[in-house]
């Protein structure tokens, strides 16, 4: 697996940074982990071409974690001239809400006659499933989006990335991380407890516990921005925009 960070910013953009996404080069296919509002112009900025993506995976259904599919398949139809199909796969509900988010951006485009084909797979939380030859599953967390929020845990046959979604500390989290390639957990802020989000005077108690070969904390609010460098001393990751790792 190859991994690009695209977008590892909050909601907010603290720091600058683009809303999530994640791009997964596997030999199976081309994926993004979430795609955020700002993906579009960001994947562009970095000169990853929209046109290989085989599959849009997401976590939940806010905004800066789904909110660019519009711009996405809009793009796809009018300027990227896109062929060939396009997966969108999330939790239940996604295509209800991704239907919605089209009319209220781009009123009568549900309605359009898709140069390409383009389709939504529901992920049934907890249960097993397959995206492109990808082995996935995904847990309920504790964030409220509308819909089941998840975190997942994606295997190609040989390497498994992990990733947490936004979220409270919950147990769920421990066999979504166990043994994987790289765990990416969301790291909201520095202290604290926090609705629907995680702080680092939390996640540090646990690190120990998730049994990911690596970590990295993304979804950085200033306070935690500011604090980055107590993660790298207990030896995780901080996401950065254009970082690239394979595993």
């Known amino acids: ?27 199976k296919a081309t994926l993004t982990v979430d795609f955020g509002a700002s993906a579009l112009p960001a ?3 970095q000169g990853l071409d929209p046109n ?8 939940h259904l ?29 939790p239940p509900g996604t295509r209800a809400r991704l239907d919605a988010l089209m009319e209220a951006m781009f009123p009568k485009s549900t309605g359009s006659k898709w140069k390409f084909p383009w389709e939504v797979q529901e992920i049934g ?12 599953v995904t847990a309920e967390v504790i964030h409220q989006s509308g819909a089941p929020s998840t975190a997942l845990r994606l295997s190609d046959g040989e390497h498994t990335f992990a990733y947490s979604g936004d979220t409270e500390w919950t147990e769920a989290l ?27 005077e939390t996640l540090k108690e646990r690190l120990g516990d998730l049994g990911a070969r690596r970590t990295m904390i993304t ?9 980055v460098d107590e993660a790298k001393a207990a030896g995780v990751m ?10």
């Open 219 to 227: 979804h950085l609010n200033p306070t935690m921005l500011a604090n």
């Open 125 to 136: 939380v907890g249960a097993p499933d397959d995206v492109f030859g990808h082995a996935i």
């Open 174 to 200: 421990l066999p979504i991380a166990r043994d994987a390639d790289l765990f990416i957990c969301e790291c909201y802020g520095h202290a604290g407890k926090l609705t629907g989000h995680l702080s680092w």
């Open 1 to 27: 697996m190859k991994l690009t960070i695209v977008g590892c910013g909050d909601a907010f953009g603290s720091g600058g940074r683009m809303n999530t996404c994640f791009w997964l080069e596997t030999a």
């Open 52 to 59: 290989r993506i085989d599959a849009v995976v997401l976590s």
């Open 62 to 90: 806010h905004g800066d974690h789904f909110g660019g599919l519009p711009f996405l398949l809009l793009d796809a139809q009018f300027l990227a001239r896109r062929q060939h199909p396009l997966l969108i796969a999330g």
């Open 43 to 45: 994947l562009k900025r």
């Open 238 to 247: 901080v996401a950065e925009e254009g970082m690239k790792l394979e595993f």
